[in-house]
């Protein structure tokens, strides 16, 4: 594979970042279903049938996550903070893989964040300083004294990151009958394993890094990710109707609990209304919100090339080392 600052990031091939990821191995598995009939294509994902319930379900749990631990999961708060924390994630499995417990120095995950060109130096350095006053990350046991003491991610965000995983490994599951989802569960250590490669597909691919329309305008603000899994969380089963109802109707609501005001989430919506994404069924703030069919697919579409990217960096995984794979899909 490539080292990091070698990938192109101009790169607009939607294959790109699969092909990245898929670059670790010279082959990927060809499942017998016990696992997976994947990899799936985020062509394939997009057409499946079951697309619209298992991303319901998806951004359901991705909600669960952020209510249960929504200091854990401030580092994913914004689409630059995101893709920061996975390179430096990257970077310390990596690194541990190499040298148990050997953490990551500062100074090297900034030159990964700029090798990426996600953000500038003062940034990625006042990103971690954040993360250690709040704990996200943790300095290395028995580094004191050092001139530079590594830090590592803390218990409590590799628990995050590993239901987040988990979670999109059961979608991935409901398009084929696998057992993703229940290999992860008996060996935990496959985070190590599988997150690399899925944060080497998703620095290199265009669309995540550059989404469009409505996508774009939530993904840079605080907590917009989460204000957009809780409308498709709460959408009906889309039918050929231009507009989507949702169970949404306060904008207020929306905003209690998310490091994002009612003004400027208001600001946003109203931005967001102008593009004809979203709206009031009737009268605003007292009936049920819809989104437009553009944006229900601008959503769907970034999730499937993340779960493509996931599904690529498993099977690697399992080329690499089937034995654990083998787990019996639940009754």
Same mark, same amino acid.
């Given at each position: 594979?490539?080292?990091?600052?070698?990938?192109?990031?101009?790169?607009?091939?939607?294959?790109?970042?699969?092909?990245?990821?898929?670059?670790?191995?010279?082959?990927?598995?060809?499942?017998?279903?016990?696992?997976?009939?994947?990899?799936?294509?985020?062509?394939?994902? #997009? !057409?499946? $049938?079951?697309? =619209?319930?298992?991303?319901? &379900?998806?951004?359901? /749990?991705? +909600?669960?996550?952020?209510? %249960? @631990?929504?200091?854990?999961?401030?580092?994913?708060?914004?689409?630059?903070?995101?893709?920061?924390?996975?390179?430096?994630?990257?970077?310390?499995?990596?690194?541990? #893989? !190499?040298? $148990?417990?050997? =953490?990551?120095?500062?100074? &090297?995950?900034?030159? /990964?964040? +700029?090798?990426?060109?996600? %953000? @500038?130096?003062?940034?990625?350095?006042?990103?971690?300083?954040?993360?250690?006053?709040?704990?996200?990350?943790?300095?290395?046991?028995?580094?004191?004294?050092?001139?530079?003491?590594?830090?590592?991610?803390?218990?409590?965000?590799?628990?995050?990151?590993?239901?987040? +995983?988990?979670?999109?490994?059961?979608?991935?599951?409901?398009?084929?009958?696998?057992?993703?989802?229940?290999?992860?569960?008996?060996?935990?250590?496959?985070?190590?394993?599988?997150?690399?490669?899925?944060?080497?597909?998703?620095?290199?691919?265009?669309?995540?890094?550059?989404?469009?329309?409505?996508?774009?305008?939530?993904?840079?603000?605080?907590?917009?990710?989460?204000?957009?899994?809780?409308?498709?969380?709460?959408?009906?089963?889309?039918?050929?109707?231009?507009?989507?109802?949702?169970?949404?109707?306060?904008?207020?609501?929306?905003?209690?609990?998310?490091?994002?005001?009612?003004?400027?989430?208001?600001?946003?919506?109203?931005?967001?209304?102008?593009?004809?994404?979203?709206?009031?069924?009737?009268?605003?703030?007292?009936?049920?919100?819809?989104?437009?069919?553009?944006?229900?697919?601008?959503?769907?579409?970034?999730?499937?090339?993340?779960?493509?990217?996931?599904?690529?960096?498993?099977?690697?995984?399992?080329?690499?080392?089937?034995?654990?794979?083998?787990?019996?899909?639940?009754?």
């Amino acid at each position: 594979m490539n080292p990091p600052s070698e990938i192109a990031l101009n790169q607009t091939d939607p294959d790109f970042a699969l092909r990245v990821v898929a670059s670790a191995r010279p082959t990927l598995p060809s499942c017998d279903g016990t696992i997976c009939a994947g990899p799936f294509t985020a062509d394939r994902i #997009l !057409a499946h $049938p079951a697309l =619209g319930a298992g991303i319901r &379900r998806q951004a359901q /749990a991705l +909600l669960a996550l952020h209510q %249960a @631990s929504p200091r854990a999961t401030a580092p994913f708060a914004t689409q630059q903070r995101w893709l920061m924390s996975q390179a430096g994630l990257a970077q310390y499995f990596r690194n541990d #893989l !190499a040298q $148990p417990g050997s =953490g990551v120095l500062a100074e &090297r995950f900034i030159a /990964a964040v +700029l090798s990426h060109g996600v %953000a @500038s130096r003062n940034t990625a350095a006042a990103f971690v300083n954040e993360m250690l006053k709040y704990g996200v990350v943790r300095y290395v046991a028995d580094s004191a004294g050092r001139r530079q003491r590594p830090f590592e991610p803390a218990s409590a965000t590799l628990s995050m990151l590993l239901y987040w +995983l988990a979670a999109h490994l059961v979608t991935l599951d409901g398009f084929d009958g696998g057992a993703r989802a229940v290999a992860l569960d008996r060996r935990p250590s496959l985070l190590g394993v599988i997150h690399p490669a899925i944060a080497d597909g998703l620095l290199a691919s265009h669309s995540i890094r550059q989404p469009d329309g409505t996508f774009a305008l939530f993904t840079w603000v605080d907590d917009g990710g989460v204000v957009m899994d809780r409308l498709i969380a709460g959408c009906a089963e889309p039918a050929d109707d231009a507009r989507i109802r949702t169970d949404v109707t306060s904008v207020s609501a929306l905003a209690q609990g998310l490091n994002l005001s009612r003004t400027q989430l208001g600001r946003k919506f109203a931005a967001a209304e102008a593009m004809g994404s979203l709206g009031w069924s009737g009268t605003r703030g007292k009936s049920a919100m819809w989104v437009s069919q553009a944006f229900w697919r601008d959503y769907h579409a970034a999730q499937a090339v993340k779960l493509a990217i996931v599904d690529a960096a498993f099977a690697a995984a399992c080329a690499d080392d089937p034995s654990p794979m083998h787990a019996e899909p639940p009754a």
